[in-house]
């Protein structure tokens, strides 16, 4: 069994209200519902935290090396464009991470197409809507299931 975090930025606990033509009808709730019943039938455990606090997100990224977390699951939304230190966070705990966008961040305005953390990323899933998690979740278990593999060959 992995631990998974699944971490969302700013405005993402407005989903369902908020611009629903560009970011769906699902509500952060039901995404997060839905999730944690296919992490349990994966047989994994699944850490959710979303804040509109750029050191909130970052203090939960630290934390999770002492949680030993095994993968993050991440739609830092508008931090996307802007955080560099949700970046180097990322970057110290050197868990492996999928990064999330329920719109395609690359058809958008101009500044919404540089994102801080792609580089960084093991995955990018951008445009899927909140389909986008539920890859993002097989993805991490698909990822997590190889390294398993590797380590018993």
Do not use: W
């Not at 944690?36 to 994994?44: C, D, I, V």
């Not at 030993?68 to 560099?84: G, K």
């Not at 970057?91 to 492996?96: F, L, R, Y």
């Amino acid at each position: 069994m992995a631990r998974l975090l699944l971490l969302n930025g700013p405005n993402i606990n407005l989903l369902g209200r908020r611009e629903p033509g560009i970011y769906g009808k699902d509500t952060l709730e039901q995404i997060t519902s839905r999730l944690e019943e296919k992490s349990k039938a994966l047989g994994h455990e699944l850490l959710a935290f979303q804040s509109n606090a750029e050191h909130e997100l970052v203090d939960r990224v630290q934390k999770s090396m002492d949680e030993s977390v095994d993968f993050i699951m991440i739609n830092p939304a508008a931090y996307t464009h802007t955080s560099v230190a949700l970046r180097d966070a990322l970057s110290a705990v050197n868990i492996p991470f999928v990064e999330i966008h329920l719109s395609n961040i690359y058809g958008r305005e101009s500044f919404r197409r540089k994102s801080y953390f792609s580089d960084l990323a093991v995955g990018v899933i951008s445009g899927c809507g909140a389909l986008g998690y539920e890859l993002a979740l097989q993805f991490a278990h698909e990822t997590l299931s190889r390294v398993v593999k590797k380590n018993n060959s």
